[in-house]
């Protein structure tokens, strides 16, 4: 059985985001050269793995126990004076597609946002594109 976009979904701290559009995720692997004087071939090991994505929300005010693009934003988006602000807070993406069985097929880990695109065009919905990179190692995978 193939998935659509239809059978996505976002989480924003453990509760399922509203009016979701798109997401996307890119997990990347640095290899390290351990190639020696007298080897013929390039050899590697593994560094450093990068896991990045990006989603897009519409700006929409939610149904009870769904969250909106606000909560995602003001994750990053701080007011201050002075030019001092409050830095920005991790917040938990789980990234899933519902497969229809009980379990969903997800990833899930704590992220900072870093980029938020707000689009308010006349004839088009009020959109969010936001894009993230994951704290350290993701802390679900079950795809």
Known sequence: MFQSGTNGQLFID???????????LNSSLGLLDTTTLGDTDATSTPGIRTNT????????????????????????????????????????????????????????????????????????VLSADCAFQINGAWTEVVL
């Open 14 to 24: 453990g509760v399922a985001a509203a009016k979701v559009v798109s997401w996307s």
């Open 53 to 124: 994505g990006s989603c897009s929300l519409f700006y929409y005010n939610p149904v009870s126990g769904t969250n909106s693009a606000s909560t995602l934003i003001n994750k990053l988006l701080k007011s201050g004076a002075d030019g001092v602000a409050a830095e920005a807070q991790l917040v938990t993406l789980r990234l899933a597609i519902d497969v229809g069985s009980s379990t969903l097929r997800r990833v899930q880990g704590p992220a900072y946002l870093t980029s938020v695109q707000m689009t308010c065009a006349v004839g088009e």
